[in-house]
T-cell receptor, first 111, second 116 residues
């Protein structure tokens, strides 16, 4: 199956600044999903991207799926303390009906 | 139910004992998944059910691990002769059977397993 790599592993951000986390797959994906896990919590679904080059926004979060459907990014603008947590990307292969998760980007915010 | 329910929420067991973890998915979600998350790490796929069949068991770490599902409802993950390296949070998720806009996994709160 596909392997999904995510960088950076840790992101320390000053409140109000922007940051981006990146996700790369070893194979072409049918779709990619993003999840957020708060400290002590469980992953919560944020969004799914299906089309090549797709861009979706949720308030201060912008998600992008690459043209080759092998990479994705999550960009957060004007970071707030509520953005603290670990963000996982997860890819589903064309012949595969399970998600392979990246290792996650753990975000901490300095007030 | 309204969400994915897992029980117990915490389990401490002695090395060598068997444990059974339970997952009750969202009603109508025919797909069910088990993942394992070690402390500070990502999610490791264990097994996937579509209805009560398991087309993908590729993630089960050893033959000490098994899982079953009754129809399109409750699933149990059994770990026999537990080892300390089995200590982790075991997460269950369910989803609708097809991918589509905004379809994603709904995770339960997990079972934190500690083998002493």
């Amino acid at each position: 199956g596909q392997q999904v790599m995510q960088i950076p592993q840790y992101q320390h951000v000053q409140e109000g600044e922007d940051f981006t986390t990146y996700c790369n797959s070893s194979t072409t994906l049918s779709n990619i999903q993003w999840y957020k896990q708060r400290p002590g919590g469980h992953p919560v679904f944020l969004i799914q991207l299906v089309k090549s080059g797709e861009v979706k926004k949720q308030k201060r979060l912008t998600f992008q799926f690459g043209e080759a459907k092998k990479n994705s990014s999550l960009h957060i603008t004007a970071t707030q303390t509520t953005d603290v947590g670990t963000y996982f990307c997860a890819g589903e292969g064309s012949n595969d009906y399970k998600l392979s998760f990246g290792a996650g980007t753990t975000v901490t915010v300095r007030a | 139910g309204a969400g994915v329910s897992q029980s117990p929420s915490n389990k401490v067991t002695e090395k060598g004992k068997d444990v059974e973890l339970r997952c009750d998915p969202i009603s109508g979600h025919t797909a069910l998944y088990w993942y394992r998350q070690r402390l500070g790490q990502g999610l490791e796929f264990l097994i996937y059910f579509q209805g009560n069949s398991a087309p993908d068991k590729s993630g089960l770490p050893s033959d000490r691990f098994s899982a079953e599902r009754t129809g399109e409802s409750v699933s149990t993950l059994t770990i026999q002769r537990t080892q300390q390296e089995d200590s982790a949070v075991y997460l269950c998720a369910s989803s609708l059977p097809v991918t589509g806009p905004n379809y994603g996994y709904t995770f339960g709160s997990g079972t934190r397993l500690t083998v002493v």
